[in-house]
């Protein structure tokens, strides 16, 4: 998430009450996750395992739960706790503001676009030409729809990121004020859901075709000509490259890349990433050909173990 202008490092530190390092007019321009990050952002850090990460990154100003060492040209915000100061950022830079009508007078909806009865669309919403969203389906503030886009019923665009901190008695939530990016002939089935970034975009590249139930994770990038069947669900922060299909019920794990032109068979699931265009079956997904040998293998299993009995 960029800010509506540049503050400085003591203004952040101001409205968090906590110490910082580094220069007080030191320049910060947004805030986003570890993945996201660019210089003028601040990034977050709250585990001994991901300080080095966090200093190394991109992000010139790093929010975190000790003091270290500040690397050459960045800055530091000292917090206790570094997750809940995050989000108390994000309330400050980005308030969540009740609609008090079913489609934002601020929307901008394009020429020959038809939007049926009982959708929801939020603030800032951006909806092309030539479009058509059907019943029921909820659009979350923020969200680019492009041109020749269906929506189909009851869909939801722009919930909020599954992401939690196990505090032991409770989980804390990320709050998420990232938004959702549509590009153009995308077409999305009855009751699907793709989440907004927790401070990035969600994006579903041109041409992608969603099947009914199907679950997308925050700060996903699908890429273009992707083709994505019933129930499949896929994670936070995956990047699918252009021309994946995925058929029905495959499951894919959070933080990782799909190799272009890939396939994945029904009821796949994806545990690492993929580097190489396959066709993948199983679980854990496998190339094809060998998972189809190893499912061969195990239903000659009980006519071995008869004959061993019997010898």
């Not at 530091?76 to 809940?84: A, K, N, Q, V, Y």
């Not at 939007?115 to 909820?138: L, M, R, T």
Request: aromatic fraction near 6%; proline fraction near 4%; charged fraction near 20%.
């Amino acid at each position: 998430m960029k800010f509506s202008k540049t503050y400085s490092l003591s203004e952040i530190a101001s409205i968090l009450s906590c110490k910082f390092i580094g220069e007080p007019d030191f320049p910060v321009q947004g805030m986003n996750e570890i993945h996201m990050v660019e210089p003028g952002d601040i990034v977050f850090v709250d585990h001994p395992k991901y300080y080095d990460k966090a200093l190394a990154s991109a992000a010139t100003i790093v929010l975190i739960n000790k003091e270290v060492e500040c690397p050459q040209g960045k800055a530091l915000l000292i917090s206790e706790d570094p997750f809940s100061d995050f989000n108390k950022l994000a309330k400050h830079f980005k308030k969540f503001q009740p609609s008090i009508q079913a489609i934002s007078p601020n929307a901008k909806i394009g020429e020959n676009t038809h939007i049926q009865p009982n959708v929801f669309i939020g603030d800032n919403v951006e909806i092309g030409k030539d479009c058509i969203i059907h019943a029921n389906v909820s659009i979350g503030s923020g969200t680019k729809i492009g041109n020749r886009v269906i929506i189909h019923s009851g869909s939801v665009l722009g919930g909020d990121a599954f992401y939690y901190k196990n505090r032991g008695d409770h989980f804390d939530k990320l709050i998420s004020t990232g938004n959702v990016v549509i590009e153009d002939d995308v077409e999305i089935g009855a009751l699907t859901t793709i989440d907004r970034g927790v401070s990035g975009t969600t994006l579903i590249g041109q041409g992608t075709k969603i099947d009914n139930q199907v679950q997308i994770g925050h700060d996903t990038q699908i890429g273009k000509r992707c083709l994505i069947a019933s129930q499949v669900g896929i994670a936070g922060c995956v990047v699918v490259e252009d021309e994946v299909t995925f058929w029905g019920q495959v499951g894919v794990i959070s933080g990782i890349r799909i190799a272009k032109g890939s396939t994945f068979l029904a009821q796949s699931g994806v545990g690492k990433a993929v580097e190489e265009k396959g066709t993948f079956l199983g679980s854990p997904a496998g190339p094809f050909k060998q998972k189809a040998r190893e499912i061969a293998s195990l239903s000659m299993l009980p006519k071995l173990i008869k004959k061993l009995k019997n010898e």
